[in-house]
């Protein structure tokens, strides 16, 4: 078992940054891939960005692509997520999360562990 406890959350004006921690516990995440998804009230929740287990690779959402920055410390066992010029629309709750295996999808679908969430809220 891996638990995720996100933190950093909050109200930003746009334009304005938050940086996400998630600690994990349990379990080395190394061995794992990690991302961060959100849903906004209403919404479906929906992937954000994906670090590799070697930190060789990372993906993110066109949505946030060139704004968002997605990073991992194995040693200390956290993921992080840089969020840089925030957009009103980026208002969500934003969790951590775990897939098992090297490869793969991070989908949905493929999450083994979940945090709790974060809010994230920017104010227009």
């Known amino acids: 078992q891996v638990q995720l406890v996100e933190s950093g959350g909050g109200l930003v004006q746009a334009g304005g940054s938050l940086t996400l921690n998630c600690a994990a516990s349990?379990?080395?995440?190394?061995?794992?891939?990690m991302g961060w998804f959100r849903q906004a009230p209403g919404k479906e929740r929906e992937f954000v960005a994906t670090i590799s287990w070697s930190d060789s690779s990372r993906y993110y959402a066109d949505s946030v692509k060139g704004r968002f920055t997605i990073s991992r410390d194995n040693a200390k066992n956290t993921v992080s997520l840089q969020l840089d010029s925030l957009k009103p629309e980026d208002t969500a709750v934003y969790y951590c999360?775990?897939?098992?295996?090297?490869?793969?999808?991070?989908?949905?679908?493929?999450?083994?562990?979940w945090g709790q969430g974060t809010q994230v809220t920017v104010s227009s």
């Open positions: 349990g379990r080395s995440i190394s061995g794992y891939r």
């Open positions: 999360a775990a897939a098992g295996g090297i490869f793969g999808a991070f989908d949905l679908k493929s999450i083994s562990f």
